[in-house]
């Protein structure tokens, strides 16, 4: 049978990532490439959208030479991206007219506060399961059409184009012939009814945002297009496989059923849980999001995240310098049997969900001159285990129901040690995959879908992989006695 491929581009914060993939998720070609960093101002963040694309156009190439296969083999093309990250470019062509406000970037958090103070969260809340904060994509367009010269005069023209990456990049794929983006990235802008999946005519006029410029909202496995005038690949290859990074993680993990979770660590931690065909309102501080829409069906989630996970054992390796390299970690943690009475607390951004604590800083408590290296980094390691567990906790309770099992992902995910204390405190089995890399996966595996190669979700079931599954070994009471011990150092974080 003729092998079918699929490529699967991954456009991340720092970098881009493409793979090729077979029919069978084996993959046989990877790139990777970074792009700049832009700080123009202190809390501010943004990317040269000309610059991703060019990345993504050298990842392409390198991707294809590594899998050793001709670009006319590629069935589909699937885009995984960073949300919230906000772009304005010409619609005829292509040119940005200023560089995109990154989800990280804070400027638009007195507009934020003004809106709060007005009133308006509460609706904002029920319309789109988000909040008010500069994270999202709204009022950074909003700066936007209000700060760069022309630009809401040429908005309101239909002269440009909003997207978020994904946008951009199947604009740029096809060759401008499509401005479009899925239900789960649209579900990241304020501006999408989390009800209605459509652009909310209400949401728009309190951001000042013109409709014309919004781009279509399509399902996530939809043709979106084809390739067209690349220096990378032919003509005609389809466009169809689209998903938030976090949303395509949580379907390349094969979280397919209401109950089914994921957590992604890296340099935070990001647990989705998937619940079904209706939207549930967090009363315990989670987002109510878009997980994906197939065939016109849409799927729900709810999603926390921490902000310090990884980024907690890179202060250790270059704060406190205790380790030379983050993979040192688990050894160092292994040179004591248990933590003692040393709590981490990894409040070093504040505390996110579902505490939302900006004003917390990080702390270790139960230090004694018995206290040693090992144990700190055991600490640090337990404490990201603590607030996924936090997390886990806010979600059943939302949800209704416990959490059967964790499937996990992301660099950290590969420390044992972490891993086996993640399903210890969890009180549930964490599931880790062979392939890390969900975030791609569930790109490949959407564009798989969108172009025939898998026809249904029990297909691709049939061809997902674990690598380890660790079950909890700690009894109740022991369990009891550790989180007891990590809400007390909370309450003083």
């Known amino acids: 049978m003729k092998r079918r491929y699929l490529l699967a581009i991954d456009q991340g914060t720092t970098g881009n990532h493409v793979a090729i993939l077979d029919d069978r998720l084996r993959i046989v070609g990877t790139s990777y490439r970074e792009f700049r960093q832009i700080f123009p101002k202190p809390g501010w963040v943004e990317h040269d959208l000309d610059e991703i694309w060019k990345s993504v156009e050298l ?182 496989g689209v998903a938030g990074d976090q949303q395509a993680a949580l379907f390349g993990q094969t979280c397919f059923s209401a109950g089914e979770a994921k957590c992604t660590y890296g340099t935070g931690a990001f647990l989705l849980l998937n619940t079904g065909r209706a939207p549930i309102r967090s009363t315990s501080g989670l987002l109510t999001t878009v997980a994906w829409t197939l065939l016109g069906e849409t799927t729900y989630a709810l999603e926390g995240s921490a902000f310090v996970a990884g980024a907690a054992v890179q202060w250790l390796r270059d704060g406190l310098g205790l380790i030379k390299r983050s993979a040192d970690v688990e050894r160092l943690a292994g040179t004591v049997r248990e933590s003692g009475e040393v709590v981490f607390v990894p409040a070093l951004s504040g505390l996110g969900a579902p505490h939302w604590r900006p004003e917390a800083r990080g702390l270790f408590t139960g230090l004694d001159r018995s206290t040693t290296a090992g144990h700190l980094a055991r600490a640090v390691l337990e404490g990201i285990a603590f607030q996924v567990r936090d997390l886990a906790e806010a979600m059943q309770k939302d949800a209704g129901k416990s959490i059967a099992s964790l499937k996990v992902d992301g660099g950290a995910s590969s420390n044992d040690l972490l891993m086996q204390f993640q399903a210890d405190i969890l009180g549930t089995e964490v599931i880790r995959p062979k392939n890390l890399q969900t975030t791609g996966l569930g790109a490949a595996l959407l564009a798989g879908l969108g172009t025939g190669v898998w026809q249904n979700l029990e297909e691709i079931r049939s061809v997902w992989r674990s690598d380890r599954v660790y079950k909890s070994r700690m009894s109740a009471a022991d369990r009891a006695r550790h989180v007891e011990r990590w809400q007390r150092a909370l309450e003083r974080a």
């Not at 069935?75 to 040119?95: C, F, H, S, Y």
């Not at 990154?102 to 319309?127: I, M, N, Y």
């Not at 990235?185 to 409709?211: G, I, K, Q, Y």
């Open 59 to 240: 990842c392409v190439a390198s991707g294809l030479r590594a899998a050793r296969i001709r670009p006319a083999q590629i069935a589909g093309i699937g885009i995984a991206n960073q949300r919230e990250t906000t772009g304005l470019w010409d619609r005829a062509t292509a040119k940005p007219i200023h560089r995109a406000i990154v989800w990280q970037d804070r400027r638009t958090a007195s507009h934020c506060l003004e809106l709060k103070q007005k009133g308006e969260e509460p609706r904002v809340r029920d319309s789109t399961g988000l909040v008010l904060d500069p994270y999202f994509s709204g009022t950074k367009l909003s700066w936007l059409l209000k700060n760069v010269k022309g630009a809401r005069r040429r908005a309101e023209a239909g002269e440009l184009c909003f997207g978020t990456l994904d946008t951009w990049l199947i604009y740029k794929l096809t060759g401008g012939r499509s401005h479009a983006t899925d239900t789960s990235n649209a579900s990241r802008t304020l501006l999408m009814n989390l009800h209605t999946l459509s652009w909310d005519a209400s949401l728009c006029a309190m951001l000042e945002v013109p409709p014309q410029i919004l781009p279509a909202i399509r399902g996530s496995a939809d043709l979106y297009g084809e390739t067209r005038g690349l220096r990378t690949l032919p003509d005609g290859i389809p466009v169809a």
